[in-house]
């Protein structure tokens, strides 16, 4: 989206790229999951990994045309690809705080009953939980958090994989510990990974998300390797 908004608009300012990456994000995601539960009256992690994959290679080819044939395009493509917090001016995130504000509630009250859908639609509806309900307000949550901070950041991979398994392996599958931890402890990930990112290659700079990946990469793998899978 952001891509396209420089080729077709000539939009450049960071402070406006921000809301096309948003509007990218939501997009996106939204597609993801209209294909996902139309490809049998439901989701699940596989139909969703295999739409999200389709979805990806296009835009991937898309985006590609277009930055071969404008150097505008190139530049801003370039730099949001790296995924770093370096050069964003407060105002960027001034521009999306309120949902932020809005996706970080949503997933909070959303918290227990996401604990209980762990357990199954059947356990939790006896319980007093509608599954269908609750999946669309994580999405929604999801959507709002990630679309925010892709905005204003770029793609910053592996935080997504690797905090939540380490939230749960110190406090357990309470989503009540899982959600803030995962945010208290992706912040804490993302500055330290800045913050090397600074200090190893003096004086020039290696983007966070690239830090991420050397890191996240083999922590990742071992992570996987040690616990199972968790469903809802």
């Known amino acids: 989206m952001i891509v396209g908004a420089a080729f077709f608009l000539g939009v450049t300012d960071p402070a406006v790229q921000v809301w096309f ?16 539960a139309l490809s049998g009256g439901a989701t699940n992690p596989l139909t969703i990994i295999l739409a999200g994959s389709a979805l990806t ?5 898309m985006t590609t045309m277009l930055v071969l044939s404008d150097r505008a395009a190139l530049d801003v493509q370039r730099f949001w690809q790296a995924g770093s917090v370096a050069g964003r001016e407060m105002s960027v995130l001034y521009g999306v705080l309120p949902y932020l504000l809005l996706g970080a509630m949503l997933a909070l009250l959303s918290g227990r009953s996401l604990t209980l859908l762990g357990l199954g639609d059947a356990a939790a509806s006896s319980l007093g939980v509608r599954p269908t309900l609750v999946r669309w307000v994580g999405f929604v949550a999801i959507v709002i958090l990630s679309g925010a901070a892709t905005a204003v950041a770029g793609p910053i991979g592996f935080v997504g994989l690797i905090v939540p398994h380490v939230a749960r392996i ?8 899982v ?3 995962s945010a208290l402890l992706g912040a804490i ?12 290659t003096l004086p020039s700079e290696v983007q966070a998300s690239i830090m991420l990946a050397l890191v996240g990469a083999p922590v990742f793998i071992l ?8 469903t809802l």
């Open 57 to 61: 290679a296009f835009l991937t080819a």
């Open 179 to 181: 959600i803030p931890a």
């Open 21 to 36: 990456a948003f509007a990218g994000a939501v997009l996106g995601a939204a597609i993801v999951f209209v294909i996902s």
């Open 223 to 230: 992570l996987v390797r040690r616990r199972s899978p968790v």
């Open 189 to 200: 990930l993302v500055v330290a990974a800045d913050t090397v990112g600074r200090l190893v």
């Open 170 to 177: 110190l406090g357990g599958p309470d989503y009540r510990w």
